[in-house]
Nanobody
Framework: QVQLLESGGGLVQPGGSLRLSCAAS????????MGWYRQGTGKQRELVAT???????NYADSVKGRFTIFKDNAKNTVYLQMNSLKPEDTAVYYC???????????????WGQGTQVTVSS
């Protein structure tokens, strides 16, 4: 059973920083892509940032220059360093992994349970 466990959300003032982490556990053969998505109240879920096994990254325009995604392959963990946070960054942040479980014929999408990030003074 594969699980994604997120941590690091919370309340922060505008201009502050937070670091989210997401650890993939279970019977994993390979991970193709890991990333972060977010969903604000009344909004659709949107991509924040992704990173491939090879280290290629992709960011939403709204977070470029402020957020950094990086990973620890040995720990199957992805991080999202969020700096210069704005009230509009307030959302539930979800981790996603496109991975191949052991014995599986192809890759599957897995999602974490979400962690709340609130940016407010």
């Amino acid at each position: 059973q594969v699980q994604l466990l997120e941590s690091g959300g919370g309340l922060v003032q505008p201009g502050g920083s937070l670091r989210l982490s997401c650890a993939a556990s279970g019977s994993i053969f390979d991970i193709n892509v890991m990333g972060w998505y977010r969903q604000g109240t009344g909004k659709q879920r949107e991509l924040v940032a992704t990173i491939t096994t090879g280290g290629s990254t992709n960011y939403a325009d709204s977070v470029k220059g402020r957020f950094t995604i990086f990973k620890d392959n040995a720990k199957n963990t992805v991080y999202l360093q969020m700096n210069s946070l704005k009230p509009e960054d307030t959302a539930v942040y979800y981790c996603r992994a496109d991975l191949v479980p052991y014995g599986a014929p192809h890759d599957y999408d897995y999602w974490g349970q979400g962690t709340q990030v609130t940016v407010s003074s």
